[in-house]
Structures are given as structure tokens and as C-alpha cells.
């Protein structure tokens, strides 16, 4: 079966720049998270969704993150104004219902910020 | 606020040889989580402990949950080149929503 996806798998950016991430989850999933995953470090979390609503934003590190899942499956995370500090693997995973379940994640997106 | 410490940070072993991750914490977990991450993939979930004093094994790796609910190691035994890969150990946070702490990670590298 399909795990979860991540495109574009690496996103190259200048400094000022918009970008977005996605993430399809495993279908039938109605948890996803995103982290942020900086080199050397383990992941961070980012944001939570259950179903089309974010439950749980708050380790988005400022208003320049912001991310969506209109219809309960595919999320978007946006980034505006990028700053070099922005560079970093971002996760996705999903869960079947949230809480304590499995989060199974993608490969990530690795996005570098010139 | 909720930390995990691991230790050591990277580690550089001979193929045979035994080996002990640490995964410390000031605060109690309901449970503590193992993931291996392998470079250009996401972390893949080894093994969830959940009672104080709990020993899983799987294959050549023995995870033990401390009983304070503070603390895990992970103990490989024969490591072998296909053990490479980072390790992380996660708790779930204080609320109830899923998010995951992560240590730091461990680098493992298996010289054959």
C-alpha cells in the first residue's frame, strides 16, 4: 500500500522568496502532522491536523509558516518571506485518528534557503 | 517543558561489538517511543514502551523503559553495518493531540 508522499522531495529558494510543501497521507488517515527536521537534530513539531482543522499549531515558529488541509487529505505547508534559517528537512506523517496511533511519515521535503 | 536527551550523539563501532543509547528526561512520560531514520527517509517506529521497568526485544535490540517513567536505553548486541542509521527516541507530549518530542538522535555507524 501507498505510505505517506512528500513533493517536491528537495526545493531550492533565494532568501525573500514564497514556498510551498506537500504532503499526501496515507489514505483514510484523518491525523497529520508536520515537523521540521534540522540537520543533526531530531524533528520538531510543527503543526497538527485532525480531519480539516488545525487542532494544534503551536510549534509554528511564526506568522511567515502557515499550512492547510481543505478537504482532509492533503495538506500544504506555505512559507513566506524565506530566511536562510528556514533550511531544514520538513516531515510529514499521519496517523489513523491522532492520539496515541501510529504516525507513520514521509521521506520529508529538504528545503535550502540561499 | 518536555525534553528528551540522548547520548552519546554519534557513535563509531566495529561490526560484533555491543552498543547502549541513552534517552533521558526531567519529565515523566505516559510512554516512550524508538525510530530509526535512515539518510533521505522518515523515521520508521522500532518500538513503543509504556510501563516502568518494561524490557522489549526485538531481534538484537533490547529497549528498557526506566521505572521512573524519566528514562530508556536501547541496547544492540553483534551490531552489524545494517544497523547503520540515526536513532531517535520520542514521548508524546502533555497534551492529548499525538505531537511527538523527539531527542536529539543518535548517530550510529557500523564499521564492517
Known amino acids: 500500500g501507498a505510505g505517506v508522499s512528500q513533493t517536491p522531495s528537495n526545493k531550492v529558494t533565494e532568501k525573500g522568496k514564497y514556498v510551498e510543501l506537500r504532503c499526501d497521507p496515507i489514505s483514510g488517515h484523518t491525523a497529520l502532522y508536520w515537523y521540521r527536521q534540522s540537520l543533526g537534530q531530531g524533528p520538531e513539531f510543527l503543526i497538527y491536523?485532525?480531519?480539516?482543522?488545525?487542532?494544534?499549531d503551536s510549534g509554528l515558529p511564526n506568522d511567515r509558516f502557515f499550512a492547510v488541509r481543505p478537504e482532509g487529505s492533503v495538506s500544504t505547508l506555505k512559507i513566506q518571506r524565506t530566511e536562510r534559517g528556514d533550511s531544514a528537512v520538513y516531515l510529514c506523517a499521519s496517523s489513523l485518528t491522532g492520539g496515541r496511533d501510529t504516525q507513520y511519515f514521509g521521506p520529508g521535503t529538504r528545503l535550502t534557503v540561499l | 517543558t518536555q525534553l528528551l536527551e540522548q547520548s552519546p550523539q554519534f557513535l563509531s563501532i566495529q561490526e560484533g561489538e555491543n552498543l547502549t543509547v541513552y534517552c533521558n528526561s526531567s519529565s515523566v512520560f505516559s510512554s516512550l517511543q524508538w525510530y530509526r531514520q535512515e539518510p533521505g527517509e522518515g523515521p520508521v517506529l522500532l518500538v513503543t514502551?509504556?510501563?516502568?521497568?518494561e524490557v522489549k526485544k526485538l531481534k538484537r535490540l533490547t529497549f528498557q523503559f526506566g521505572d521512573a517513567r524519566k528514562d530508556s536505553s536501547l541496547h544492540i548486541t553483534a551490531a552489524q553495518p545494517g544497523d547503520t542509521g540515526l536513532y531517535l527516541c520520542a514521548g508524546h507530549g502533555s497534551s492529548n493531540t499525538g505531537k511527538l518530542i523527539f531527542g536529539q538522535g543518535t548517530t550510529l555507524q557500523v564499521k564492517p
Open positions: 491536523f485532525q480531519g480539516t482543522g488545525a487542532a494544534d
Open positions: 514502551v509504556v510501563t516502568g521497568g
